[in-house]
């Protein structure tokens, strides 16, 4: 089903790529939400696409008004398979050792506050996490391993999204 | 590292990561038997080639290729680097030009000043530094401090980074520096609204100070903290000054003073090198800058140590006062407070930081309301061969330098940038260190809160070594080790 515009907004669902584009795999959140954004649009979802650098104190005017948010970004983890894809919520973040890394505040303090303070933010929020191998070194490819392991993800994202969608009361992505 | 190789008579706490810093850091506190703090060490991992990165890319990509380094201030890395091409290319911009870089510039560091007290330095005070961790973030700070707090703070961010997008084309990661100014006028409409909010900033800045007052100045127990010798640290100070030797964050001399408040030397950014050296220690890749004339002498301050610091409370000390009204007001009061200039105390920093917020917020007006900043004459067309350029800006988190080496096409051939934290890298060792000594007792397991005490020596320079990935973490450990003499842990502390 496709939704209709978001108020101020041409659509409900915000796709959100975070990542650093001359940061070798750290890249690789805001080409697979691209592809992501793509495969929708195709769909006939009603969708818009934003990319951000970090997500601090200005996530809040990116996503404001729009009823879900779709995150993908790189994860760092100690053993990392490649293009492994985790599926987290505001919750399981808050937990996380670094989600304050963001410069002080994670995504789920920013949308937390902006609820307190009576700005309208996604309810439903889905944030993708796709391991990497090497995010530190300046470079605008991304390494070979993560790189043949990342065509399927888009595709598991949007039957992941579809699903969720399906069973929850708005019914829409 | 070096010093876990000193076995198992050592004792090691960690806190790891940081919380609220930009990408990951450690510190590991090393306690000798008797439980008192022996040795401290702070880590960051550094990003990984990125001179190579630019060599050989056209030289005037790099004002758009810096400001991807970091996520939380690519707005310095623009302005500085497009300062930098200015050299590289022998051009002057025409005075609307300039003014227009600093409209952006000074709208951009109100914005970020408040972040870092409102959502990073903030919370220990506002909420308290025992408070649980929870609770210190800026969800606390507005439950203390009011709802409307909140709301201006988002205000704050979001029109700081509309008057970015107006004057740079593009919030967060402006495109408007060009070689010889900038790339495109203001209309006499976008100049409305950004005097507009410079007078919304205005009032923000002030509130900001109030609540200071309110929450830390009345307070005796917070003004013992911030005067005790745990926070002290007597280093030289740097900032850039005008001609009248007043606080500038865009343009001028870098002043440095020494620990007397005595002006050692005032440098153009050309000739950084030549005061500035930068040393490499075995245990860490990031560098740490020192005064060259001074000389290295290891992590120890006083006047006969090179350390010097670059921070809000450094630019006010190394400068004669701030070149507005409002804010020299708020220069005089703090120095008559805290028993003249310079003020050693690292936690005054926050203090410093919030008179910069108001000398932002004063100068964005100035500049808003400035007849000549509609000017369509916004750029020097540059006809010189390129060759060698140096741009320095005050970014929000110490003095940052771009150094640019081109060849006769215009290619970049060398790249060396000195960038805001860095230069507190020695200081940020030695304050924590001095911390961890102050506040740990021999034999007693340092309680959540005396941990955060510690944190909260760094967490006052507003450190971002996030010109680095900010990528999520994932398995990392949350947790801080306490080992007993025979190198087992005795404590493990979830956070």
Not at chain 2, 377 to 383: K, Q, S
Not at chain 2, 405 to 434: P, Q, Y
Request: glycine residues 10%.
């Amino acid at each position: 089903m496709i939704g209709a515009p978001g108020p101020g907004r041409g659509a409900r669902t915000l796709i959100l790529g975070l990542g650093n584009p001359i940061l070798t795999d750290d890249a690789v959140g805001l080409i697979v939400a691209r592809e992501v954004y793509r495969l929708l649009v195709e769909q006939g979802a009603s969708v818009d696409l934003a990319e951000a650098s970090a997500a601090n104190l200005d996530l809040i005017a990116l996503v404001e008004g729009y009823e879900r948010l779709v995150v993908v970004d790189a994860l760092i983890v100690s053993h990392p398979k490649p293009g492994r894809l985790h599926r987290l919520e505001l919750g399981d973040l808050a937990t996380m050792p670094t989600s304050t890394s963001l410069h002080g505040l994670g995504p789920a303090a920013a949308l937390e506050l902006a609820r307190h303070v009576g700005i309208d933010v996604p309810d439903n929020v889905s944030i993708y996490g796709i391991e990497v191998v090497d995010p530190y070194t300046f470079g605008e490819t991304l390494t070979p391993a993560l790189a043949s392991a990342i065509a399927s993800l888009p595709f598991a994202i949007v039957a992941t999204e579809s699903r969720l969608a399906e069973g929850s009361r708005a019914g829409v992505l | 590292m070096a010093a876990t190789q000193d076995g198992p008579t050592l004792r090691t706490v960690r806190i790891d990561p940081i919380t609220r810093l930009e990408g990951h850091g450690r510190i590991q506190l090393f306690l000798d038997e008797k439980g008192e703090v022996a040795d401290a060490f702070f880590q960051v991992p550094e990003l990984r080639g990125f001179e190579k990165f630019c060599e050989g890319r056209p030289v005037e990509e790099l004002a758009r290729i810096t400001p991807r380094i970091c996520g939380v201030c690519p707005e310095a890395h623009h302005i500085a680097s497009a300062k930098a091409l200015d050299a590289v290319f022998g051009v002057e911009p025409p005075p609307a030009g300039r003014k227009l870089r600093e409209l952006l510039y000074s709208a951009f560091f109100a914005g970020d000043h408040t972040t870092h007290f409102y959502a990073l330095g903030g919370p220990d005070f506002v909420v308290g530094p025992d408070a649980p961790k929870a609770e210190r973030n800026i969800l606390g700070v507005i439950a203390k401090v009011g709802l409307d707090a909140g709301k201006l703070v988002l205000r704050q961010r979001r029109e700081a980074q509309e008057v970015v997008a107006m004057v740079g084309g593009k919030a967060i990661h402006p495109v408007c520096g060009l070689p010889g100014g900038v790339s495109k006028p203001i209309t006499e409409a976008e100049r409305a609204r950004i005097e507009e909010i410079a007078r919304n900033s205005l009032e923000f800045a002030k509130f900001s100070l109030r609540v200071f007052d309110d929450v830390v100045l009345s307070s005796p127990q917070y003004v013992d903290m911030i005067r005790s010798d745990a926070y002290q640290l007597r280093t030289h100070y740097i900032g850039l000054v005008d001609e009248k030797n007043r606080v500038n964050f865009y343009d001028g001399r870098v002043r440095v003073v020494d620990p007397s408040g005595l002006e050692v030397v005032r440098f153009a950014a050309s000739q950084y090198a030549e005061f500035i050296e930068e040393r490499v220690e075995p245990w860490t890749y990031l560098k740490f800058p020192y005064l060259k004339k001074v000389g290295w002498r290891g992590f120890v301050d006083g006047a006969q140590s090179g350390v010097y610091r670059a921070t809000p409370l450094s630019r006010l000390n190394a400068a004669d006062g701030m070149a507005t009204p409002l804010a020299q007001a708020e220069y005089e009061r703090m120095y008559a407070s805290l028993g003249g200039k310079p003020v050693h105390a690292t936690l005054a920093t926050h203090w410093a930081r919030l008179i910069e917020l108001l000398y932002a917020a004063e100068r964005t007006l100035e500049l808003a309301t400035d007849p000549e900043i509609t000017s369509p004459d916004i750029r020097t067309i540059p006809t010189a061969t390129p060759g060698e350029g140096i741009g320095v800006v005050e970014a929000p988190r110490g003095t940052l330098f771009h150094h640019y080496v081109a060849d006769e096409r215009g290619m970049a051939k060398r790249v060396n940038l000195i960038v805001g934290t860095t230069n507190n890298h020695a200081a940020i060792c030695m304050s924590i260190k001095r911390a961890a000594q102050g506040l740990i007792r021999g034999g007693v397991l340092p309680t959540d809160g005396t941990l955060n005490r510690i944190e909260m020596a760094f967490r006052a320079y507003d450190p971002c070594f996030g010109c680095a990935t900010h990528a999520l973490p994932g398995e990392m450990p949350l947790e801080i080790l306490v080992y007993g003499p025979d190198g087992q842990v005795r404590q493990r502390l979830a956070r």
